[in-house]
């Protein structure tokens, strides 16, 4: 049979850091979902709202490129969501003023109110999430982040 002559690297699915990601990563995203779903948001829109409100901290102009590079996104798929965002009143997009290639993301205060209510909703969704006996949450953090760092492509 030619499924027995199948070689795998790990002894079992749980040996596999991918497919426990994959797994986790789904279970997660469902949880994301049931609690953006009242809002009218997806969890794709729900980043690109917060990337744009933790970049308006510090910048006036937030361009699509950097919202993309923000969230590790392709800038194809941030600028087609955010046209939806600007569908729904979410956002506002604006030639930019010194790059005439670029358009200046703005959140409305429509977008704004929905991001504060999808943060509270999604932080303690996280914090169910993520809280288990014996996990420590910091160390995951770090971990993951450096991850994110060695793994990002230029």
Do not use: C
């Amino acid at each position: 049979m030619i499924n027995k002559d199948i070689e795998f690297h790990f002894k079992s699915p749980e040996d596999s850091p991918g497919y426990l990601l994959g797994q986790l990563t789904m279970l997660w995203q469902r949880k994301q979902k049931r609690v953006l779903d009242p809002l009218d948001l997806t969890q794709t829109q729900f980043v690109l709202l917060a990337a744009l409100a933790w970049l308006s901290k510090t910048n006036d102009a937030v361009t699509q490129i950097d919202i993309a590079n923000q969230g590790n996104a392709d800038r194809m798929m941030v600028s087609k969501v955010l046209r939806t965002l600007e569908e729904k009143k979410f956002v506002t997009r604006k030639e930019h003023k010194t790059d005439s290639r670029a358009k200046t993301i703005t959140l409305t205060q429509s977008g704004a109110g929905i991001l504060q209510k999808a943060l509270a909703a999604i932080e303690k969704a996280d914090i169910e999430f993520f809280s288990q006996p014996g996990l420590d949450l910091p160390a995951l953090n770090t971990a993951m982040s450096k991850l994110i760092i060695n793994n990002k492509e230029d």
